[in-house]
């Protein structure tokens, strides 16, 4: 089970840090990331932890947003920074044990002045 936290309305410009408490293991999946849907469109990937530490983000957050984690919590992290309207959306936690896909229930990040 995975449950995201942190959410909220933030101004632009302005941080928020997601978070999201797995119920088991984190070292069990082969990664954990964070996934963005805006109002009518796709879920996309924001930024992904391997297994290793290795980290990739999609290209419109490098810099601003970070992806880190707690193993001794299993706890993974996204700090945002810098938001801006185009950030705005439910920001889902994703962990992947080889083919399967599993989701936390989404928290909604909402940026405006």
């Known amino acids: 089970q995975l449950v995201e936290s942190g959410g909220g309305l933030v101004q632009p410009g302005g941080s928020l840090r997601l978070t999201c408490a797995a119920s088991e293991n984190i070292f069990n999946f082969n990664s954990m990331a964070w996934y963005w849907q805006g109002p009518g469109k796709a879920r996309e990937l924001v930024a992904r932890m391997n297994v290793g530490g290795v980290t990739s983000y999609q290209d419109s957050v490098k810099g601003r947003f970070t992806i880190s984690r707690d193993g001794s919590k299993n706890m993974v992290y996204l700090e945002m920074n810098h938001l801006n309207p185009d950030d705005q959306g439910v920001y889902y936690c994703?962990?992947?044990?080889?083919?399967?896909?599993?989701w936390g229930q989404g928290t909604q990040v909402t940026v405006s002045s």
């Open positions: 994703n962990a992947r044990l080889l083919s399967r896909d599993f």
